[in-house]
């Protein structure tokens, strides 16, 4: 017992420090990123290569004035970043980040809590979310940031259906709602990863996942150009921080997450390290490793989607949601899970490539029908109409 | 008469936008390895594309003499010229008749950089300079004095020349 709770402060404290420096070094990458995509150089110079960067800007907006406007809802408005960034946190504490590490003690999971249902608190606790935002917008007593708000509140509440039907896929093939039995089953071979029997879910997950981060091209609840900053408009100093670290930690959620659901977690492919027998220090160290290069290439994905794409409509965004990606998920689980009793029960298969590869035909015959709805009949054509001669 | 609203007419057939996004993606994705065009500032002021003109007009400097003096003969010219009216000039006269300044001052605040004073001086003694780093802590210290202005190193401009328009 006294292993276990001290196992898990010390976890606790490690993925708190983890995710803070993760996030930090997040926003340095993002002006990065985008100054590189922009031809520019983008922050060089606190640090090497500007790393420390983020110090800076925290040291800057720990020291600058809190505003508070006259009219706002005092409690409220203090409240709201509060709100907005704990859920942001807690919900990384049910993601396994590597094989259990071996000490001699015993072996210690690695994950803060190997809660059994875990998926479930994910999904309760990440659309905790919207309230900050929504008592933020409220809260500041202004007309654009009550419209951040209500947008985030909508979007928020249209999203999260369609990301929890995709995921029901997952549990459907795992059979469990562990996140680390989720995991273990993606192990061995590529093919098993679920975006592979799963690809369809992928998309509607990842689609979702960008519109649960508020990010581009679903960040309409900040949408500067005609909400000026949305929910956070009258936020200042560490407050206003406290917005963009919630923002930045929700996006290392959502790419852990995409990582843990539909490419292997922490497992590394073709080994079994972690399932089979007590995993030595190299093989933990390698499988954090590895999970924190999947998560990396999501979080990547997020900054080079949001300085490419352009923002959606707000019409666009609710029909995208109500019409498409609802119904989409619906009928996909309806498929799947239909395809799912045919080659496993009917049938007789195991859980194994064939399997896999099985599911994956499913899902590229979806997916081509989808596509050629979703692109208007033109899976591969020009992106411009050829003019006619 | 009731509010309309005016439709535009996209081509709803004929465009791919998943190919279109995928387009725009790559070309994002290629641009990170592409060459930058910042300069970085404070250790590259010019680089092979971009330098500060000759023919920039920036704070004063006035040339000297093989003895060390300026070249100024106090002749007023150039206050009598300045249209931001900037310049302070006392003339003085030594034992040979010689005319030199008393005080020569600039109020480089005032100053519009016109680079009228370079352009009538008769001894080619006032110049406006190739320089923008004028920074200082007090705003006295942008009154530069004779002294001052003797002892700037800068670059001196090149004004335009009617008779030669291209500089050649």
């Known amino acids: 017992m006294t292993f276990f709770l001290i196992a898990s402060i010390i976890k606790l404290l490690v993925v708190f420090t983890l995710i803070m420096v993760g996030v930090a070094l997040l926003t340095w990458l993002e002006r990065r990123v985008c100054a590189l995509m922009q031809d520019r150089l983008g922050p060089n110079r606190v640090g090497p290569f500007g790393l420390l960067q983020p110090a800076a800007d925290g040291l800057k907006n720990i020291i600058k004035e809190e505003t508070y406007p006259a009219t706002a809802d005092f409690w409220t408005f203090i409240l709201a970043p509060a709100v907005s960034f704990t859920p942001a946190l807690l919900t990384f504490a049910v993601i396994p980040f590597g094989a259990p590490l071996n000490t001699k003690w015993g072996d210690v999971p690695l994950v803060v809590a190997d809660l059994p249902v875990g998926f479930l608190y994910i999904l309760a606790i990440s659309s905790l979310g919207v309230y900050g935002i929504v008592l933020a917008g409220w809260s500041s007593n202004n007309k654009y940031a009550l419209l951040g708000g209500l947008r985030a509140s909508a979007q928020l509440i249209s999203y999260e259906i369609a990301m929890g039907m995709s995921t029901v896929a997952v549990l459907l093939l795992a059979g469990n709602v562990s996140l680390n039995q989720i995991v273990a089953q993606q192990q061995g071979s590529i093919i098993h990863w679920n975006i592979f029997p799963l690809s369809l879910a992928f998309f509607i997950f990842i689609v979702s996942a960008f519109a649960e981060t508020n990010r581009v091209p679903f960040d309409l609840p900040e949408a500067e150009a005609e909400l000026v900053a949305g929910y956070h408009a009258e936020y200042s100093s560490m407050k206003f921080s406290m917005f963009y670290i919630a923002e930045y930690s929700n996006m290392v959620t959502a790419s852990a997450l995409m990582a843990t659901l539909f490419f292997g977690g922490w497992s590394v492919p073709f080994t079994t390290w972690g399932q089979s027998g007590s995993p030595t220090l190299i093989q933990t160290l390698v499988t954090m490793a590895v999970f924190f290069a999947k998560t990396f290439c999501f979080l990547f994905l997020y900054i080079w989607v949001r300085w490419t794409l352009p923002r959606f409509r707000y019409d666009q965004l609710m029909s995208l949601g109500w019409k498409v990606m609802l119904p989409l998920a619906l009928v996909y689980l309806t498929v799947i899970a239909t395809a799912i009793w045919f080659f496993h029960d009917f049938l007789g298969w195991a859980y194994d490539t064939r399997f896999s590869l099985a599911l994956f035909a499913v899902n590229v015959a979806l997916a081509i029908p989808l596509l050629f709805v979703l692109d208007r009949g033109h899976i591969v054509a020009g992106s411009v109409e050829r003019r006619r001669a | ?168």
Not at chain 2, 15 to 44: C, D, N, W
Not at chain 2, 129 to 150: K, P
Request: glycine content about 8%.
């Open chain 2, 1 to 168: 008469m009731p509010i309309t609203v005016k439709v535009l007419r996209r081509p709803t057939g004929g465009t791919s936008y998943l190919r279109a996004m995928f387009k725009g993606m790559l070309l994002t994705f290629s641009h990170i390895f592409r060459p930058k065009v910042t300069m970085q500032y404070p250790e590259e002021k010019s680089s092979k594309d971009w330098t500060l003109s000759s023919r920039w007009r920036g704070t004063h400097r006035m040339l000297t003499d093989e003895q060390g003096r300026a070249k100024c003969v106090a002749c007023g010219l150039c206050p009598q010229i300045c249209p931001a009216n900037c310049i302070k000039l006392v003339p003085g006269e030594d034992e040979q008749g010689n005319r030199y300044p008393l005080i020569y001052e600039i109020d480089e605040f005032r100053c519009v950089f016109c680079g009228y004073c370079q352009e009538v001086c008769p001894e080619e003694a006032i110049h406006v300079g190739v320089h923008y780093e004028n920074s200082e802590f007090e705003r006295g210290r942008f009154v530069y004095d004779l002294e001052r202005l003797c002892a700037q190193t800068h670059p001196v401009s090149t004004l335009w020349d009617p008779s030669d328009p291209k500089g050649e």
